[in-house]
């Protein structure tokens, strides 16, 4: 199996998981050993399905202001785990292949795996949500139409980039291209390097 065919089947297992509840406080029924790379794939799903769905009420315009503050600060927290957990599985690759020599004709590619995996997750999101906006009974014969179209070309861009991934492992796993992994140093998270809030210490 190839690694995309593991996240994809991961992936596409956790979000159907959320929707069973389909509650943002739900416990995540993640039954993979943990500290697997399987542990950490279904809850980078799982993180980004919750988020998915923060976004949604916190658009609700009825809501109670406070209420929405209170979401802003949990969607802000769900960002930086998403990230935290990006950088973790990218030290998954970072140690497999650790003992291969790059070439020195390498080159090093725009993203790293993981970056690239998390956008295979969203996919599966958004796969999800617009095939059930094609399965709608009380949307007009355009809509569900127009939700068809925009559904095989999000099922195109998986296959797409899940082919992508593959071949960037298979180019790492043999030399051809080489990895870094930059933290991602969110400022506006940092007390020291917000201005907004050191600003509260002096």
């Known amino acids: 199996m190839n690694f995309s065919e593991k996240c994809n089947r991961i992936f596409d297992a956790s979000t159907q998981a959320y929707h069973v509840t389909d509650h943002v406080d739900a416990p995540m029924p993640n039954e993979y050993p943990e500290k697997s790379i399987e542990y950490y794939l279904f809850l980078k799903n799982w993180i980004d399905a919750v988020q998915w769905h923060l976004e949604d009420i916190i658009r609700n315009p009825g809501i109670d202001p406070e209420e929405a503050l209170k979401l802003k600060r949990r969607i802000d927290k769900s960002n930086q785990d998403r990230t935290d957990l990006v950088e973790l599985i990218d030290s998954y690759f970072l140690e497999k292949y650790q003992g291969v020599r790059p070439l020195a004709s390498a080159t090093i590619n725009t993203e790293s795996p993981a970056w690239a995996i998390d956008r295979l997750s969203i996919l599966a999101l958004k796969i999800y949500h617009m095939k059930q906006e094609t399965l709608r009974t009380d949307a007009s014969a355009d809509h569900l139409a127009q939700c068809t179209q925009k559904l095989n070309v999000l099922l195109e861009q998986r296959k797409d980039l899940s ?39 002096a």
């Open 163 to 201: 082919t992508a991934i593959d071949q960037l492992l298979d180019d790492i796993a043999g030399g051809r291209k080489y990895m870094k992994v930059y933290k991602q140093m969110k400022m506006y998270n940092d007390p020291n390097l917000n201005p907004i809030l050191y600003a509260q210490k």
